[in-house]
């Protein structure tokens, strides 16, 4: 399955640019009080596209900049960070109206929230093999970050959460 097949099975109504655009789309991003969005890398797309996005008025769909937590301050120093996942933080993603979001890597997300569940769960329950520990602090960490993270809408400034597609070599 490619990403675009992948990313439709996703997000509802996606929108896309041409599939020669492909090699810059990334994902799927997810956002408290919003739908789904496609997500594409912006530098990339530029550079396929051969024009500034900014002619490009396209709902469902962000535009990835990579950046550091310093680098997304300066750019915004009022965009919310999500507490505890600064290790997940990608870059910043931005909506063809020029609303920014902190855009954090769902996957680094859940292996923070894993980390921390795994050492409480150890605790109460030093005889279970770390296979065992492994799925119930995944299972514990995914439903926490659905329900926690992703579904925390804390107004214009809420922070993203991407899902990154990869895709696979033949």
């Known amino acids: ?54 002619f490009c008025n396209q709902e469902k769909i962000l535009y990835f900049t990579k950046a550091t937590l310093d680098e997304i301050i300066a750019v915004d120093e009022e965009l919310l960070i999500a507490d505890g996942y600064n290790d997940a933080i ?40 770390q296979e065992a520990i492994d799925q119930e602090t995944y299972q514990d960490a995914v439903e926490y970050f659905e329900y926690n993270t992703i579904g925390a809408y804390v107004g214009d400034k809420t922070p993203a959460f991407a899902v990154l597609i990869k895709e696979e070599k033949e």
Request: hydrophobic share 30%; aromatic share 8%.
């Open 1 to 54: 399955m490619n990403k675009r097949d992948e990313i439709l099975e996703s997000v509802e109504e996606a929108k896309f640019f041409s599939k020669s655009t492909d090699d810059a789309l990334m994902g799927y991003v997810n956002r408290a009080g919003s739908d789904r969005y496609v997500l594409y890398d912006r530098d990339k797309l530029e550079k396929l596209m051969g024009t500034a996005l900014h």
């Open 90 to 129: 990608i870059g910043y993603a931005e909506t063809h109206e020029g609303e920014k979001m902190v855009l954090y890597d769902s996957d680094k997300c859940i292996a923070v929230l894993q980390k921390d569940f795994e050492k409480e769960t150890k605790e109460r329950n030093p005889e279970k093999t």
